[in-house]
């Protein structure tokens, strides 16, 4: 009878929580962007506007405390004296870069960040358009069981930029279009009775046999902890549901939506130990699934506040300031940078920030024989597209992030109700991430390679998938012809970001090959989220990245012996002795596809993407040719 009731009364608080993202909330206002100001036309007002959430309790965990230990110990054991103080030229401004200037400055350095651009954030950079209106490279979430974000976002003193949904995941439905699903946690049960709640109170996913059948195999994660999760790179998702005899249908429900969130490609392709690592942080931690968005952009709401905190210390931060070359003396250390001005900078330390396939192109000819560079070669950016989506009216919305569970589309959200900034109470805006989006990525067809129009007509049609009774049947969008009279809603206006080298792609085996923050190179360091860190490539891995190379220096500067490289694998170490060191090729072009950001591709573009990285269309067109076949 207890039991009965525990239930009944689980249930009915789980059916208030799972309409409350649904449901009308006290609404925000915020100052229209010119495009939204301009023309208005009769449109039909949604009754859904945003309601943010009280900031969870995501301090206390494990993670978080030691992530707060490593922070304290920058203005402690770390804090360097006027003697041991060091001049740090950091290469990028992206946020990996950014968290490293930071730490530093907190630990007594005088570091400067050296932006190609004329924007800081790197892949999580934004600017504006012509009407004003924000472009953002990538839709960002941030996550409870993100520790040294958090932590770095209370040093910062910006918690309240954080706008919290309600502690759901939102689940388009496939085969009953125009409706959702959703896991829902309830407030006050602990993990990881929260997350088996959630799935096991779901009855529209999976059965309950097929719930019972996926829980043995991860029960090895929660006992073993890391040493289990990280033995399981050598496997994809698909091949660890199937040596562990999970169900097939765990694969469709669920697998394929989180793998494109996380990586942007496919479970087939995806090494099983990213999904164990969100897994493991997500079962442990009882807040670790709740998310949040910026209440702006990142540039002013993220990245400003970081560099305002470097420069008030001590530091710079200098834009618009490519670096051509790193120049070596004869035995291999760095003699200075020379910058595309022709300037040279000279400092005690140095930390490349930059994306992998940057570093790639940037190694010194002394290096290039290095076992250490040589595993470089193992990773490789993923590409992956960003869209923004005006449209003319208000869609049916969640206020959250919704995984679309689309061939086409990973996640997206109604950014016109979860974001203040662009907050609107007629006109939807929706920011949809397109993955995967190439051969590179596993993907049939070169979505990298098509026009805007081509990757907007294909996102029209799945969008009508997903809004079956709201997308307008538009002559401009052929996917649009079969939509009925119903459908009213047409497309203002889009951009599309294309990011052809984002975050390095998880596929198995790859782990083993990310280099540690040490390098064999005297006062240079290596950051950025394809380095060794348990976060792989994320917001919060690119903040520890650049936190854990602030912590090498810092380590050395106050007479510390240099934190261990991390062991390289015998056939990187075999291999680098043949390979054949060549001048560095560097990088071609400006703007920000030429330094491993995203941008809107025009033809300038296409044409320095077709020479820089030939393999984005190389590859695609072999892959097409053989699906045709």
Same mark, same amino acid.
């Given at each position: 009878?207890?039991?009965?009731?525990?239930?009944?009364?689980?249930?009915?608080?789980?059916?208030?929580?799972?309409?409350?993202?649904?449901?009308?909330?006290?609404?925000?206002?915020?100052?229209?962007?010119?495009?939204?100001?301009?023309?208005?036309?009769?449109t039909k007002?949604?009754?859904?506007?945003?309601?943010?959430?009280?900031?969870?309790?995501?301090?206390?965990?494990?993670?978080?405390r030691?992530?707060?230990?490593?922070?304290?110990?920058?203005?402690?054991?770390?804090?360097?004296?006027?003697?041991?103080?060091?001049?740090?030229?950091?290469?990028?401004?992206?946020?990996?870069?950014?968290?490293?200037?930071?730490?530093?400055?907190?630990?007594?350095?005088e570091?400067?960040?050296?932006?190609?651009?004329?924007?800081?954030?790197?892949?999580?950079?934004?600017?504006?358009?012509?009407?004003?209106?924000?472009?953002?490279?990538?839709?960002?979430?941030?996550?409870?069981?993100?520790?040294?974000?958090?932590n770095?976002?209370?040093?910062?003193?910006?918690?309240?930029?954080?706008?919290w949904?309600?502690?759901?995941?939102?689940?388009?439905?496939?085969?009953?279009?125009?409706?959702?699903?959703?896991?829902?946690f309830?407030?006050?049960?602990?993990a990881?009775f929260?997350f088996?709640?959630?799935?096991?109170?779901?009855?529209?996913?999976?059965?309950?046999?097929?719930?019972?059948?996926?829980?043995?195999?991860?029960?090895p994660?929660?006992?073993?902890g890391?040493?289990f999760?990280?033995?399981?790179?050598?496997?994809?998702?698909?091949q660890?549901?199937?040596?562990y005899g999970?169900?097939?249908?765990?694969?469709?429900?669920?697998?394929?939506?989180?793998?494109?969130?996380?990586?942007?490609?496919?479970p087939?392709?995806?090494?099983?130990?990213?999904?164990?690592?969100?897994?493991?942080?997500?079962?442990?931690?009882?807040?670790g699934?709740?998310?949040?968005?910026?209440?702006?952009?990142?540039?002013?709401?993220?990245?400003?506040?970081?560099?305002?905190?470097?420069?008030?210390s001590?530091?710079?931060?200098v834009?618009?300031?490519?670096?051509?070359?790193?120049?070596?003396?004869?035995?291999?250390?760095?003699?200075?940078?020379?910058?595309?001005?022709?300037?040279?900078?000279?400092?005690?330390?140095?930390?490349?920030?930059?994306?992998?396939?940057?570093?790639?192109?940037?190694?010194p000819?002394?290096?290039?024989?290095?076992?250490?560079?040589?595993?470089?070669?193992?990773?490789?950016?993923?590409?992956?597209?960003?869209?923004?989506?005006?449209?003319?009216?208000?869609?049916k919305?969640?206020?959250?992030?919704?995984?679309?569970?689309?061939?086409?589309?990973?996640?997206?959200?109604?950014?016109s109700?979860?974001?203040?900034?662009?907050?609107?109470?007629?006109?939807?805006?929706?920011?949809?991430?397109?993955?995967p989006?190439?051969?590179?990525?596993?993907?049939n067809?070169?979505?990298? +390679? #098509?026009?805007?129009e @081509?990757? %907007?007509?294909?996102?029209?049609?799945?969008?009508?998938r997903?809004?079956?009774? /709201? =997308?307008?049947?538009?002559?401009?969008?052929?996917?649009?012809?079969?939509?009925?009279?119903?459908?009213q809603?047409?497309?203002?206006?889009?951009?599309?970001?294309?990011?052809?080298?984002?975050?390095?792609?998880a596929?198995?085996?790859?782990?083993?090959?990310?280099?540690?923050?040490t390098?064999p190179?005297?006062?240079?360091?290596?950051?950025?989220?394809?380095?060794s860190?348990?976060?792989?490539?994320?917001?919060?891995?690119?903040?520890?990245? +650049? #936190?854990?190379?602030? @912590?090498? %220096?810092?380590?050395?500067?106050v007479?510390?012996?240099d934190?261990?490289?991390? /062991? =390289?694998q015998?056939h990187i170490?075999?291999?680098?002795?043949?390979?054949e060191?060549?001048?560095?090729?560097?990088?071609?072009?400006?703007?920000?596809?030429?330094?491993g950001g995203?941008?809107?591709?025009?033809?300038?573009?296409?044409?320095?993407?077709?020479?820089?990285d030939?393999?984005?269309?190389?590859?695609?067109?072999?892959?097409?040719?053989a699906v045709?076949?």
């Amino acid at each position: 009878m207890v039991a009965r009731k525990l239930r009944s009364a689980a249930l009915a608080a789980a059916a208030a929580t799972a309409v409350t993202a649904f449901q009308p909330h006290a609404p925000l206002r915020s100052r229209p962007s010119a495009s939204r100001r301009a023309s208005r036309l009769p449109t039909k007002s949604s009754s859904l506007v945003m309601r943010d959430f009280p900031k969870p309790n995501v301090e206390d965990t494990d993670n978080y405390r030691y992530a707060e230990e490593m922070s304290r110990s920058f203005g402690t054991t770390l804090k360097a004296s006027t003697e041991q103080r060091k001049k740090v030229a950091i290469i990028g401004g992206g946020l990996s870069g950014l968290a490293c200037a930071k730490y530093l400055v907190d630990a007594g350095h005088e570091p400067t960040i050296y932006e190609a651009r004329d924007v800081l954030g790197g892949k999580v950079s934004a600017w504006q358009d012509e009407d004003g209106d924000w472009i953002e490279t990538g839709l960002h979430i941030f996550f409870g069981a993100y520790p040294n974000v958090m932590n770095m976002f209370a040093e910062l003193g910006i918690h309240d930029r954080l706008q919290w949904k309600i502690h759901q995941m939102i689940f388009a439905m496939q085969e009953l279009p125009g409706e959702f699903t959703s896991f829902d946690f309830i407030p006050g049960i602990p993990a990881p009775f929260n997350f088996g709640l959630a799935i096991l109170m779901n009855q529209k996913m999976l059965t309950l046999p097929e719930k019972l059948q996926t829980a043995p195999p991860l029960i090895p994660m929660l006992i073993e902890g890391q040493s289990f999760i990280d033995a399981q790179d050598e496997l994809s998702v698909t091949q660890f549901m199937r040596k562990y005899g999970m169900p097939e249908r765990i694969n469709e429900e669920v697998f394929i939506a989180m793998a494109k969130a996380l990586d942007f490609i496919d479970p087939d392709k995806l090494s099983m130990t990213v999904v164990l690592t969100a897994m493991n942080r997500f079962l442990n931690e009882s807040n670790g699934l709740q998310m949040a968005f910026l209440d702006g952009n990142q540039s002013d709401r993220l990245c400003k506040p970081m560099a305002d905190h470097v420069e008030a210390s001590g530091g710079k931060v200098v834009l618009n300031a490519p670096v051509k070359e790193i120049v070596t003396n004869d035995d291999g250390t760095v003699d200075h940078l020379l910058l595309r001005s022709g300037e040279k900078v000279v400092a005690d330390e140095y930390v490349s920030a930059m994306p992998v396939d940057i570093v790639k192109r940037m190694l010194p000819k002394a290096w290039q024989k290095m076992p250490y560079f040589r595993q470089l070669d193992e990773l490789e950016g993923i590409p992956v597209i960003n869209l923004h989506m005006w449209f003319d009216r208000k869609l049916k919305a969640v206020d959250h992030l919704c995984f679309s569970r689309s061939p086409l589309l990973s996640v997206y959200a109604d950014m016109s109700v979860t974001c203040k900034e662009y907050e609107d109470p007629d006109k939807s805006m929706l920011e949809l991430v397109f993955a995967p989006c190439s051969p590179i990525a596993g993907g049939n067809v070169n979505w990298i +390679g #098509k026009s805007d129009e @081509e990757i %907007i007509d294909a996102t029209m049609g799945e969008l009508a998938r997903l809004f079956p009774t /709201e =997308i307008a049947n538009d002559e401009k969008w052929p996917t649009t012809s079969k939509q009925g009279p119903q459908g009213q809603a047409k497309l203002l206006k889009y951009s599309v970001v294309k990011v052809p080298r984002s975050v390095y792609a998880a596929i198995p085996g790859r782990n083993k090959y990310r280099p540690s923050q040490t390098s064999p190179i005297p006062r240079f360091t290596m950051a950025g989220c394809y380095t060794s860190q348990k976060f792989l490539g994320s917001m919060e891995g690119a903040t520890l990245a +650049g #936190k854990l190379a602030a @912590e090498v %220096i810092s380590n050395r500067a106050v007479g510390n012996p240099d934190k261990p490289i991390k /062991e =390289i694998q015998q056939h990187i170490i075999d291999a680098a002795a043949s390979h054949e060191a060549k001048d560095p090729v560097g990088v071609k072009g400006e703007g920000a596809i030429a330094f491993g950001g995203g941008y809107t591709v025009g033809k300038k573009e296409e044409q320095l993407l077709r020479e820089s990285d030939p393999a984005q269309y190389e590859a695609s067109a072999e892959k097409e040719l053989a699906v045709a076949a």
